[in-house]
């Protein structure tokens, strides 16, 4: 994983990205109401801005953040279900805008999300059987399609999804209505319907929070199964940062739009640099968490201040209203990204998922900046800009 803050030029892709996107921004429009239609000024939530990344085959990345920080914005992009503000998203390497028709299928083969309601996500007249077809067939992949073979063909892929997801006998399952499984169950089918694409890269958007408890685990278990045995590259977005560290090999904090902070789960989660990292980090305390026990509710905290107002967004670092170490700078610059020195005991695991030329651990922070008196040095990134325009 690959992340900066800024507009530099794109790495050259390698063999192991799937999916990366560059300087990914959406800015929503705000509807005018009263008075304020007379206005000329458009007015814009600053969803996501700048944002860079990079999903590689066989990888986790963990997407964390608070309500609102802008992760499934991130994820719906990246799915090309939202038109974008800015940027580029390249799969495989290549650059990719689809906006519907053939060349979006073609794209949503390669590229599958998975949402956090399984229900709200099967038709409830409809049988796992009747999902799974549809998707097999509308992917081309429920075999020739015709007479007998067809059908053995199709029964068998069939069987094999369901396999794959570990809900088994297969033909205990084929026949029956979302309603009459457990959430767990219908995640595992929104997971095998997913995969009857047979994508490159999963975009899973808080795949469990609506899950009870005591089944989370399982199904995080089967999603670094099914990332190990089919070499999926999968975002894993999630306000629980304790998940992200059982389960991502990479995490990404989201704060308010932008990326504040990554690199290897090991680094950001053992030794976070960002002050708002160090935040999200003390607000979960119960080592149950990291087994993706926590609740949506109490996953969620927003202690030391509430986030800012999209529409105006702070200038400078947008966390600096609430940080405790804030600046005079970090009211008036943007931080680029710094790099931050790996401790010792990490540096063997750390370095041994990093690719060349990228960054281990990485903050957004002036804190890391040598002038002002921090440890890190200045990431490969062009020089800060300000945000007092937006
Ligand atoms: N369609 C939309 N129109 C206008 N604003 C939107 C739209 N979708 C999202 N937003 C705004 O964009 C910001 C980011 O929302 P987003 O849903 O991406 O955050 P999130 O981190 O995924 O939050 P949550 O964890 O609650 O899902 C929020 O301020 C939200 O209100």
Request: glycine content about 8%; some cysteine; hydrophobic content about 35%.
């Amino acid at each position: 994983m690959t992340l900066s803050q800024t507009s530099s030029p794109p790495a050259p892709p390698d063999s192991e990205t799937v999916l990366e996107a560059d300087g990914l921004t959406k800015h929503f429009a705000v509807r005018k109401s009263g008075r304020q239609a007379l206005t000329r000024t458009p007015r814009v939530v600053h969803a996501v801005d700048d944002v860079t990344l990079r999903l590689r085959r066989g990888r986790v990345t963990a997407l964390v953040g608070e309500s609102g920080s802008g992760k499934s914005t991130v994820a719906r992009l990246l799915a090309q279900l939202y038109p974008r503000t800015g940027g580029d998203i390249r799969l495989h390497g290549e650059s990719v805008t689809v906006k519907g028709g053939r060349r979006f299928r073609a794209y949503n083969r390669k590229v599958q999300m998975i949402f956090q309601d399984p229900f709200a996500s099967l038709n409830p007249v409809h049988t796992i059987r009747y999902h799974l077809t549809r998707a097999l067939r509308i992917h081309g992949n429920g075999g020739s399609g015709h007479g007998k073979t067809g059908a053995a063909e199709l029964q068998q892929a069939l069987e094999q999804l369901l396999e794959r997801v570990q809900l088994t006998p297969a033909a205990r399952y084929l026949d029956k209505f979302p309603h009459e499984l457990s959430g767990g169950q219908r995640q595992r089918v929104a997971i095998a319907r997913a995969l009857a694409a047979d994508p490159d890269a999963l975009l899973a958007d808080e795949p469990v929070s609506m899950l009870d408890v005591s089944i989370r685990l399982g199904v995080l278990n089967l999603l670094r199964d099914l990332k190990e045995r089919l070499s999926l590259a999968i975002l894993y977005i999630t306000h629980d940062i304790a998940s992200a560290r059982y389960f991502a090999d990479d995490t990404m904090v989201m704060y308010a739009g932008r990326m504040v902070e990554g690199g290897s789960s090991e680094a950001v989660t053992q030794h976070p640099a960002h002050p708002y990292t160090q935040l999200l980090i003390s607000s979960a305390p119960d080592p149950d968490r990291i087994l993706g026990l926590g609740t949506p509710d109490d996953t969620e905290d927003t202690s030391g201040g509430e986030p800012p107002s999209l529409i105006e967004p702070p200038a400078g670092c947008r966390f600096n209203p609430r940080c405790p170490s804030a600046m005079d700078i970090c009211r008036s610059e943007l931080p680029p990204r710094f790099d931050v020195p790996v401790p010792v005991e990490l540096s063997a695991t750390v370095l041994a998922g990093t690719i060349d030329g990228e960054s281990p651990h990485w903050a957004a922070c002036w804190l890391f900046d040598e002038n002002h008196g921090g440890t890190g040095t200045s990431g490969s990134t062009a020089p800060a800009g300000t945000e007092a325009s937006q």
